[in-house]
């Protein structure tokens, strides 16, 4: 279970997919070239796009939907990357998936992860400040991980006598 819960999650898939399609009604290459994520109304956009004005025009479409608190920039103008570079940037999000995923010291549901040209993009919400640390170390041991940007959101502890 996520640590978001499924209202927000729920809230979340459908900001999502209002931003996919806004993109994808602007323009087909945008759509393909953005990437989003949505975590509490935190909007992360990555990708790589041919124009710097096409990275503003995707921050200013993602800002158009409904329940957006927050949008994160991460779009890369001009890819110059090659289909190996592609291959490696799925083998490195599945495979930091995977290990986030089998670390029982890491709510691995909790994040969110995409890589684009070797940078490794992190979003959702940790369960502590050592957790996050220990997610990007992982990041970190895999071949090929040039930078881990995080926008990790660690949860804040719950103070005693409230319900949950």
């Known amino acids: 279970m996520q640590e978001r819960g499924l209202k927000k999650s729920m809230a979340d898939t459908g900001t999502e ?26 909007v992360l956009l990555t990708g790589a796009v041919e124009k710097p004005a096409d990275r503003i025009e995707a921050v200013k479409i993602a800002w158009r939907a409904d329940g957006v608190s927050e949008v994160i920039n991460e779009i890369q103008a ?38 684009v040209n070797g940078k490794v ?6 369960q502590s400040q050592a957790e996050v640390t220990r997610v990007i170390n992982h990041a970190r041991s895999i071949s090929y991980v040039r930078r881990v940007i995080n926008h990790v959101r660690v949860k804040e502890p719950r103070q005693s006598g409230q319900g949950t």
């Open 17 to 42: 997919t209002k931003i996919a399609a806004n993109l994808l009604s602007h323009s087909a290459s945008l759509f393909t070239d953005v990437s989003v994520e949505v975590h509490e109304g935190r």
């Open 78 to 115: 001009r890819d110059d990357s090659d289909l190996l570079d592609a291959a490696r940037d799925r083998w490195i999000t599945t495979k930091l998936g995977t290990v986030i995923t089998f670390d029982k010291q890491i709510k691995g549901v909790n994040y969110s992860i995409e890589t």
């Open 121 to 126: 993009y992190l979003i959702g919400i940790a």
